[in-house]
Nanobody, 126 residues
């Protein structure tokens, strides 16, 4: 099992930056592909970014491409999301998640992820 705890959310003005961190428990963290999702009030939980087990490949939603960067440090059992040029529409609760590498769903689909953190609020003011 993997337990995930996000941190780093907060309030920022449009155009600013925030860095989210997700700490994972368990000795098998490096075997899980990881992802970030976000959920705005009244909306679905949407894919933001994903990263492979080694960190060698990353994937992004079109809405954040070029502004957000996902990374991981397997020695520290952490995955990160650096968010630059933030927009009011980025306001949401952000979740990190661990994906079953043998699962049938695409990395872009939240059903592919077995373990979720509790989420951290990001609010971008205009």
């Amino acid at each position: 099992q993997v337990q995930l705890v996000e941190s780093g959310g907060g309030l920022v003005q449009a155009g600013g930056s925030l860095s989210l961190s997700c700490a994972a428990s368990g000795r098998t963290f490096s075997s899980y592909p990881m992802g970030w999702f976000r959920q705005a009030p009244g909306k679905e939980r949407d894919f933001v970014a994903a990263i492979t087990t080694s960190g060698g490949s990353t994937y992004y939603a079109d809405s954040v491409k070029g502004r957000f960067t996902i990374s991981r440090d397997n020695a520290k059992n952490r995955v990160y999301l650096q968010m630059n040029s933030l927009k009011p529409e980025d306001t949401a609760v952000y979740y990190c998640a661990a994906r079953d590498p043998q699962g049938a769903y695409s990395r872009y689909d939240r059903r592919a992820y077995n373990y979720w953190g509790q989420g951290t609020q990001v609010t971008v003011s205009s």
